[in-house]
T-cell receptor, first 112, second 115 residues
Framework: QKEVEQDPGPLSVPEGAIVSLNCTYS??????FMWYRQYSRKGPELLMY????GNKEDGRFTAQVDKSSKYISLFIRDSQPSDSATYLC????????????FGKGTRLSVIA | EAGVTQFPSHSVIEKGQTVTLRCDPI?????LYWYRRVMGKEIKFLLH????????ESGMPNNRFLAERTGGTYSTLKVQPAELEDSGVYFC?????????????FGPGTRLTVT
């Protein structure tokens, strides 16, 4: 069983839609949860970071972590064509100085 | 401030040849990580340096891969001899060495194609 599962999509939505992206994981030692965004031919870029369970909001983006279900989500409100990218969930056991474990990434297209 | 840079951006080599990838981390970042993404799979960890020391090399696939970080600055990843399954995108990431420095800054990657 993979440590992190993420549906690769692709996911195509109209501009303005609410997007929901999800990952599940199997290792209960993960404490730190991240969402990275990757544009074509670029490296991943950190979008959101959450520690343990709970919600975190940043503008149009909301990250949720449910450790009891080993399930994390990223919501994008009022999606824009510029949000079109691959979204990767990543996790680690410690804060800092630790390799990340990634999901496969979900490719999102927001159509104008 | 310059970001993480990687060279070359793309390399095409034949099976059995040698290739060396280079990563220049952000200045002052003691943590340096190598990751690889094979087509259709997730980004996977290869190796972690703290300054010039190998902290964790549990992700290195086999002894055809050799990573170095001389003087704790830039790092190289050599593949010798290259095999077809080594094709993929190799990412380097760096971060400061401290508790709470959770963000890793990624380079654009080197796309390696072994034919």
């Amino acid at each position: 069983q993979k440590e992190v599962e993420q549906d690769p999509g692709p996911l195509s939505v109209p501009e303005g839609a609410i997007v929901s992206l999800n990952c599940t994981y199997s290792n209960s030692a993960f404490q730190y949860f991240m969402w990275y965004r990757q544009y074509s031919r670029k490296g991943p870029e950190l979008l959101m970071y959450t520690y343990s369970s709970g919600n975190k909001e940043d503008g149009r983006f909301t990250a949720q972590v449910d450790k009891s279900s080993k399930y994390i989500s990223l919501f994008i409100r009022d999606s824009q064509p510029s949000d079109s990218a691959t979204y990767l969930c990543a996790m680690s056991r410690n804060s800092g100085n630790t390799p990340l474990v990634f999901g496969k990434g979900t490719r999102l297209s927001v159509i104008a | 401030e310059a970001g993480v840079t990687q060279f070359p951006s793309h390399s095409v080599i034949e099976k059995g040849q040698t290739v060396t990838l280079r990563c220049d981390p952000i200045s002052g970042h003691d943590n340096l990580y190598w990751y690889r993404r094979v087509m259709g799979k997730e980004i996977k960890f290869l190796l972690h340096f703290v300054k010039e020391s190998k902290q964790d090399e549990s992700g290195m696939p086999n002894n055809r891969f050799l990573a170095e970080r001389t003087g704790g600055t830039y790092s190289t990843l050599k593949v010798q001899p290259a095999e077809l399954e080594d094709s993929g995108v190799y990412f380097c990431a760096s971060s400061p060495y401290r508790v709470g420095a959770y963000e890793q800054y990624f380079g654009p990657g080197t796309r390696l194609t072994v034919t």
